[in-house]
């Protein structure tokens, strides 16, 4: 894959592209997307994109239901953290554990 | 408005999409904008700038609360970019 010169953004989104990626919004959205292209101030092009619903009650909480939304353009400006879903694993919160014992 | 800076780059040999010239083709066509919140609106896309600020035309807006969904009908509006974290072409009204 050809970098291109100039301006390198820090993450190397050729690595992604054409993979499944997980990005999280400023503001609370989440969604993964197989990642088509993106350009210096982190905009990105997802394919069929799902977006994990919120619980309407407690917004940080995410429910199990996705949505689909397919072609979409994330803004640079709300990007939060982007990560390849493949090797992705949850974890139980290690510091409930450390306050119970 | 941002055809003539990214269609520039796009003619070069980039493999992949640039966002904002897939955004400089749905001028005229339906999209669907998510914001920050729990706003949505779609709409007509007359045009937008760098900073993703947009003019949209037959704008619906959805809000959604825990009470249910909200629907505002709106002509014409110039939309601030700074609360946009998605672009959907070609827009499909939310369906709950």
């Known amino acids: ?101 | 408005m941002a055809t003539s800076s990214s269609g520039a780059v796009a003619a070069q040999a980039t493999p992949s999409y640039l966002p904002l010239a897939l955004i400089d083709k749905c001028i005229g066509s339906k999209i669907w904008i998510i914001m920050k919140g729990d706003k949505e609106l779609v709409g007509t896309l007359r045009g937008f700038d760098d900073f993703v600020n947009m003019v949209l035309d037959d704008v619906t807006e959805y809000t959604f609360t825990s009470e249910g969904k909200q629907t505002t009908q709106l002509d014409s509006i110039l939309l601030n970019g700074n609360n946009i974290t998605m672009l959907v072409p070609g827009g499909q009204p939310p369906e709950e």
Do not use: W
Not at chain 1, 1 to 25: A, C, P, W
Not at chain 1, 39 to 55: A, F, K, P, S
């Open chain 1, 1 to 101: 894959m050809s970098k291109r010169e100039g301006q390198k953004t820090i993450f190397e989104f050729n690595r992604y592209l054409n993979k499944r990626v997980r990005v999280k919004f400023n503001g609370g959205r989440e969604v993964t997307g197989i990642l088509k292209g993106h350009d210096q101030v982190c905009n990105l092009v997802l394919d069929d994109t799902e977006e994990y619903r919120r619980d309407p009650d407690d917004p940080f909480k995410l429910l199990n239901e996705t949505r689909q939304l397919g072609l979409v353009v994330a803004r640079g400006t709300a990007v939060m953290l982007v990560s390849p879903v493949e090797g992705m694993e949850e974890i139980s919160n290690p510091f409930v554990n450390v306050a119970e014992s």
